[in-house]
Antibody, heavy 122, light 110 residues
Framework: QVQLVQSGAEVKKPGSSVKVSCKAS????????FSWVRQAPGQGLEWMGG????????NTAQNFQGRVSITADESTNTGYMELHSLRSDDTAVYYC???????????????WGQGTTVTVSS | QSALTQPASVSGSPGQSITISCTGT?????????VSWYQQHPGRVPKLMIY???KRPSGVSYRFSGSKSGNTASLTISGLQAEDEADYYC??????????FGGGTKVTVL
């Protein structure tokens, strides 16, 4: 059974960057993607983007283009999400999730990490 | 790309059936059979309940079912139970290559 374990909580200053990691263990990840979803306090879920490690194809949601970097290290089954130019409204729980893949398309997410709380405050 | 439209809340009594709608456009829900539904209890991680419009992952109760007509997808919970009280979110693949979430629906068991 695949498990996703994310890095710990972060507190950042406005204008800085944060990098969250997500390590997959307990099963194969070769046919899946790493997706990243965030949830601001009291708000809904928002897809940020994803990457298919085996073919190094990524897709970023329009709201985050130019501000987020989504990468993966296939050799360690680890995904990374780096968000730049942080603002106070980036304060949220950031989830990584295993995304199902059809060809080069990243779809629904069947396994989720525990979430990483990122707080942006001066 | 705009979020998919879900009702803010739906309620029902134990044993009843309820349906949550998820309305998109021809560029997302209407064009692709890639709608998923997630359940999230307060303070918990989201859980996949339905994918590819109608498919149930292993371990998800048969009481949960999905469907789609035109630009609107639906999640039906039959035999409503207290444990079903949670927030529910739909997502769809969109022509931009992104996944779009709905705003979420709070289900209350009366």
């Amino acid at each position: 059974q695949v498990q996703l374990v994310q890095s710990g909580a972060e507190v950042k200053k406005p204008g800085s960057s944060v990098k969250v990691s997500c390590k997959a263990s307990g099963g194969t990840f070769s046919k899946y993607a790493f997706s990243w979803v965030r949830q601001a306090p009291g708000q809904g879920l928002e897809w940020m983007g994803g990457i298919i490690p085996t073919i190094d194809i990524s897709n970023t949601a329009q709201n985050f283009q130019g501000r987020v970097s989504i990468t993966a290290d296939e050799s360690t089954n680890t995904g990374y999400m780096e968000l730049h130019s942080l603002r106070s409204d980036d304060t949220a729980v950031y989830y990584c999730a295993r995304g199902m893949v059809r060809g080069v398309v990243i779809l629904g997410m069947d396994v989720w990490g525990q979430g990483t709380t990122v707080t942006v405050s001066s | 790309q705009s979020a998919l439209t879900q009702p803010a809340s739906v309620s029902g009594s134990p044993g009843q059936s309820i349906t949550i709608s998820c309305t998109g456009t021809s560029g997302d829900v209407g064009d692709y059979n890639y709608v998923s539904w997630y359940q999230q209890h307060p303070g918990r991680v989201p859980k996949l309940m339905i994918y590819d419009v109608t498919k149930r992952p292993s371990g998800v109760s048969y009481r949960f079912s999905g469907s789609k007509s035109g630009n609107t997808a639906s999640l039906t919970i039959s035999g409503l139970q207290a444990e079903d009280e949670a927030d529910y979110y739909c997502t769809s693949y969109a022509s931009t290559g992104s996944l779009i979430f709905g705003g979420g629906t709070k289900v209350t068991v009366l």
